[in-house]
């Protein structure tokens, strides 16, 4: 098993999910008896990963607080956080440069908004270079982040994106090897933090100019979903969660 630290980015207000998100980082919403931070951080658990950055705004604390109460069942992990102050104003660019400091190792990614299959980390864990997830199988629609591949490797990520051009959906995983960090940091300066539909993807195809590239790894069906409405919401606990359990069974 390689030795990676898990980066969750987790400081966004999701306005869409008021008032439930109000008093509490989406990222707590309930989902069955967990939340969904939970289930990431129980699908890192499961993959042998001990090591997990996380990196919050909204309601800082009280996410703090919660993902501690979880140690009793997470024993031998190591959490770290981190604030980002100034997640009102910038995107979530900024969240990962928070983050960049505290990395020390290779390291993935993780929307805090996401509940996924622990299958699909398993396959990000076989690589052994920068790779970002894929869903190559769902049907594409303008919202989603489309993938565009040149020579094998991304080499643009955006909802503008022709769905007919792309090869699939960015899942919001992403692995990166520590080297690349300095590739990013040449970046700081020159990202437009507060640029509307800008986004720490748009760093994942800018860093390609620093020789950096990343591969695709395909979902191929394993379920997952992203939770930005309440519609997703619901989706996500009536369909993809209660699925995941099942199979469990």
């Given at each position: 098993m390689k030795n990676f630290q898990a980066v969750i980015l987790a400081a966004?207000?999701?306005?869409?999910?008021k008032p439930d998100t109000e008093t509490k980082p989406k990222t707590m919403l309930r989902v069955g008896r967990t939340t969904f931070i939970g289930l990431i951080i129980e699908n890192i658990y499961k993959n042998g990963l001990?090591?997990?950055?996380?990196?919050?705004g909204h309601q800082f604390s009280v996410l703090k607080s919660y993902v501690l109460s979880l140690r009793k069942k997470f024993k031998d992990i190591n959490f770290t956080f981190v604030e980002n102050k100034k997640y009102k104003e910038y995107n979530n660019c900024y969240?990962?440069?928070t983050a960049l400091p505290h990395i020390t190792k290779d390291f993935i990614i993780f929307n805090s908004d996401i509940i996924?299959?622990?299958?699909?980390?398993?396959k990000v864990l076989t690589h052994y270079e920068n790779c970002i997830v894929v869903d190559n199988v769902k049907t594409l629609g303008e919202e989603e982040m489309k993938v565009l591949l040149k020579d094998g490797y991304v080499s643009s990520l955006s909802k503008k994106n022709r769905i007919e051009d792309s090869v699939g959906e960015y899942i919001g995983i992403t692995m990166v090897k520590f080297d690349s960090i300095?590739?990013?940091m040449k970046h700081y300066d020159k990202f437009d933090f507060l640029a509307k539909g800008k986004y720490y993807e748009d760093l994942l195809v800018d860093i390609s100019?620093?020789?950096v590239f990343f591969k695709p790894v395909y979902t191929d069906g394993l379920l997952w979903t992203e939770v930005d409405t309440f519609e997703d919401l619901h989706y996500a606990r009536e369909v993809i969660y209660k699925n995941l359990k099942n199979r469990k069974k």
């Open positions: 966004g207000t999701g306005e869409r999910l001990k090591d997990i950055l996380i990196v919050g969240t990962l440069f996924f299959d622990g299958e699909i980390l398993k300095k590739a990013m100019d620093e020789g």
